[in-house]
């Protein structure tokens, strides 16, 4: 067990006017996740704590949130990765605070919704199984891990300073379906992206890549629909 | 209050909710409300496969499907929708594909399959490769699939809405009570068809592989509605979580040739009594049963509560040699690091994350973890609830997926199944619905139906005593894990019932901290434990009463199966605070019961 400051950004839109900060001593063990504490603070402290969490195992990105200053998953961030006995959680940035941790998503889902994130292919089915090599079945597997947690969007330089940024999560999920050997709208999707708020709003700063829980290698996929809109090839 | 009107409401939207919902928009008005995020539903966490007999690796049948299920079923299950189910599942799957699914593929092109626990081949008994997977996500891929053709088909969405109330006139189902998480507003949504596709209820177990969200929502709100709840006190606890933490690690990690090993390093589901012809490919409730023995007598992993589950290539080739385990193509089995991580890349991440091990170097620690409600919302195969004995139909109501009992899982589920349940019934019961919502009229919505929700909602509100429900929540937990878990006797159950009944009384003596109308997240969570509560007292009482051993209900006091007197699901209705019971006859078609040997 050892001794956790933990220091939690509260707004409530009913009461205060402006956010400010809790603090919390709690005891913890170093394998605890930063969700355990949360839970704790909930359950012992302060029952009106407001977040959202559900899987508790890093796969349904309900509860992406800023850590010590970057953006992780409070289920799968434990107490010992963060090497310190001062913990600080808020709201992820770029999105509206609606209470405590919980941050107006709507347009977050929003973007994802405009690059036709669905398979597109109005061929005749077959009666099994359309057939996919391996390797065709490899070329997009990356992005297919992504659970819109939207860490990556909301750690983005580019999207704090124009929310009109379309954002990496949602270009994610484009490239998803572009390098799928199946999927028939790419030209559609490309074209969708090749927008001023599209991939070029893209710095490459990486911070995308740094924030994903998944480990997807957001800035490469980026890079991958950037060069498939100058090239007009998906080689 | 806004009200709202849909031919259609669906509650849920994890892989059965967005099934159901893309079927019934098909042909009418049709709303799915859901307090996540669709993405965040827990069919997102499914890890190994969606069972479907293709033989896309070697022979298969789904007859062969269907009695494997029957059987991994200790017989409770209805074979008439357990064939039905196995039948569907091939065309299902490929649907699934045509839908854009990225199923991990054979050197042919196809969807690649691989062993699961209890699926065999029925003339050599041996596991058969009918696992239909997407490495170690294949949940995430499907709950991904369907959210994506939901978008593509326009389907309507309520998201953070919390269903509360069925609304029952005495002409029958009129819609629901919704409260919508962010302005805490009260919505009516009037319905000629209401699909309950809700999930599990694995939090009413201390150790769980189970979501925050799964408080058994729809089961509890139909048991108030009078409607019973059929086979409660059947539970799987799954063989492999995580030590302490109960995160699911997927039986797949045994379909690529894991092992199970004991603090003396022996393969215990070899012995005699447990499994040695399919081993650690059992079923999971004999898996589990044997994990509780082992750790019983001591052989736990130095001297703690856990054992091993080992995939490093040296034990998974040493074993699968000494087995005789072979390819498709009759080559010795034998797999190298790499590939493990290739076909457990998620399984390899959270035990890196949460236990500082590498799965491909070191052994898992694992205990069996509370995983999936077998019991649920009694229904007919087109997702049609029906409410007694004589499988009496209640127009306009439906259930699908974890939440329902068909009964396709009977006392035990298979893995890979509960994929499969999601997707047959969800497809079903949404054009079984949607037929229905075309014949019928609205029935008219009564004075005041936000009337039971408010009820509830004030008596929460106003509490003014000094429990914290995380007290309540976590005594809970403990004592059903103990006494109604993996190995059940009379007295420990009888002291669950009492002690549930005392935190209910407990639970009227809340107070909340949290008062306010916007995410009030604090009253969910108060009105989400008196779900489990109910749920707890109808599960243990259910499993008080039965006297016999099967599937997932084993008990130490009565270690046979009874199937002269014990043959038939559990029926438990609330009423006034009391569980009743009542019993209901299993279909059989072609299958004899038989004694159960892996």
New interface residues.
């Given amino acids: 067990m050892q001794k956790i400051t933990l220091k939690l950004f509260r707004y ?4 205060d006017t402006k956010p400010h900060y809790d603090t919390f001593e709690l005891e913890a063990e170093p ?1 605890d996740r930063v969700l355990d504490l949360m839970e704790k603070v ?3 402290h ?3 704590l ?13 509860c992406a949130m800023r850590i010590n200053g970057q953006n992780m998953l409070a289920c ?1 961030t ?1 107490v010992q990765d963060l090497k310190t006995s001062r913990i600080t959680v808020e709201p992820i940035l770029g999105l509206s605070v ?3 941790m ?1 941050v107006d ?1 709507d347009p977050f ?1 929003d973007s994802y ?1 405009k690059v ?4 597109v ?1 109005d061929e005749p ?1 077959p ?8 390797e065709d ?1 490899e070329r ?2 990356d992005t ?5 947690c939207g860490a990556c969007t909301t750690s983005c330089p580019s999207f704090w300073s124009n929310d009109e940024y379309i954002g990496p999560a949602a270009i994610v999920n484009a490239h998803r ?1 572009i390098f ?1 050997s ?2 028939k709208g790419a030209a559609e999707r490309l074209q969708i992206l090749n927008d001023q708020f599209g991939v070029y709003r893209c710095r490459t700063i990486f911070n995308c890549t740094v924030a994903c829980p998944r ?1 997807i290698q957001i800035t490469q996929a980026i890079g991958e629909v950037k060069k498939a809109i100058a090239t007009g090839s998906l080689d | 209050m806004k009200k709202h009107q849909f031919e259609v409401v669906v509650v849920g939207a994890g892989g059965a909710g967005l099934m159901a919902g893309l079927y019934a928009s098909q042909s009418a008005s049709t709303a799915v409300i859901s307090k996540l995020y669709p993405a965040r539903s827990h069919t997102g966490a499914a890890q190994g496969g969606i069972g479907a007999a293709l033989g896309n690796l070697e022979e298969d049948h789904p007859a062969w499907h269907t009695y494997d299920t029957v059987k991994g079923s200790d017989y409770l299950g209805d074979q008439d929708a357990i064939e039905f189910m196995c039948e569907e599942a091939p065309s299902i799957v490929y649907e699934l594909e045509h839908m854009g699914l990225p199923f991990n593929r054979t050197k042919e092109g196809k969807i690649a399959q691989r062993p699961f626990g209890g699926h065999t081949n029925n003339e050599t008994g041996k596991p058969v490769m009918r696992a239909c997977y997407a490495a170690d996500r294949t949940g995430h891929m499907i709950l991904q699939t369907l959210y994506q053709q939901s978008i593509k088909n326009n389907v309507t969405f309520y998201d953070e809405f919390q269903v509360m109330d069925l609304i029952m006139t005495e002409e029958g189902v009129a819609g629901v009570v919704a409260l919508e998480i962010a302005t805490g507003e009260l919505h009516v949504f009037h319905a000629k068809s209401v699909i309950f596709a809700t999930g599990g209820w694995g939090r009413v177990w201390e150790i769980t592989s189970n979501a925050f969200a799964y408080t058994g929502d729809g089961v509890a709100i139909t048991l108030r509605r009078g409607i019973p709840a059929q086979d409660m006190e059947f539970f799987q606890f799954h063989p492999t979580g995580i030590y302490k933490m109960g995160i699911l690690i997927t039986e797949g990690v045994r379909g690529e040739g894991g092992i199970l090993l004991n603090g003396k390093g022996e393969r215990f589901m070899e012995k005699e009594g447990n499994a040695p012809s399919v081993k650690e490919l059992a079923s999971r409730d004999v898996v589990s049963r044997a994990m509780y023995l082992e750790l019983k007598e001591g052989n736990g992993v130095n001297g703690e509560n856990y054992l091993y589950l080992d995939v490093t290539p040296e034990t998974v080739n040493k074993y699968a040699a000494l087995d005789g385990r072979t390819n498709p193509d009759g080559s010795p089995f034998s797999v190298t690091g790499e590939e493990i991580l290739g076909k457990l890349p998620d399984i390899i991440d959270f035990c890196e994350t949460y236990l500082g091990v590498n799965p491909v170097t070191q052994p898992m620690p694992v205990q069996p973890t509370a995983h999936y409600a077998m019991g649920g919302i009694p229904t007919d195969k087109f997702g049609q609830v029906i409410v007694d004995k004589k499988r009496k139909p209640l127009p306009g109501l439906f259930a699908v997926g974890e939440n329902a009992c068909v009964s396709v899982h009977g006392a035990n589920r298979l893995g890979t199944n509960s994929l499969l349940d999601l997707v047959v019934f969800g497809k079903h019961s949404g054009m079984k619905a949607a037929e229905y919502a075309k014949e019928a009229d609205y029935i008219p919505l009564p004075d005041n139906p936000t009337e039971f929700v408010e009820q509830q909602l004030e008596t929460l509100r106003n509490a003014e005593g000094e429990e914290r429900i995380s007290d309540i929540g976590t005594e809970m937990k403990e004592v059903m894990f103990e006494h109604v878990g993996v190995f059940r006797v009379e007295d420990g159950m009888a002291q669950a019932v009492e002690k549930i009944r005392e935190l209910k009384a407990r639970f009227k003596n809340i107070k909340l901290d949290d008062q306010g109308k916007k995410f009030n997240m604090d009253l969910l969570n108060a009105w989400e434990l008196s779900n489990l509560l109910d749920i707890a007292e109808v599960t243990a009482v259910s499993a008080l009463k039965r006297k016999e051993s099967r599937g997932a209900h084993a008990r130490d006091d009565y270690q046979e199966r009874n199937d002269k007197k014990w043959m038939k699901h559990t029926l438990a209705w609330l009423e006034d605070g009391e569980v009743k019971l009542d019993y209901k006859d299993v279909i059989f078609t072609k299958f004899e019961p038989k004694k159960r040997v892996y």
């Fill in positions: 409530n839109p009913e009461t394998t909930k359950g012992y302060d029952g009106s407001s977040f959202r969490r559900s899987c508790a195992h890093g796969v349904c990105g309900s799968k434990l609606l209470k405590d919980i998503m889902f919704k036709m994130p669905f398979f292919n089915k009666a099994q199984e359309r057939h996919q090599s391996i079945r997009f597997d297919t891990k992504c659970i819109l379906f799928d199946r999927d480990e």
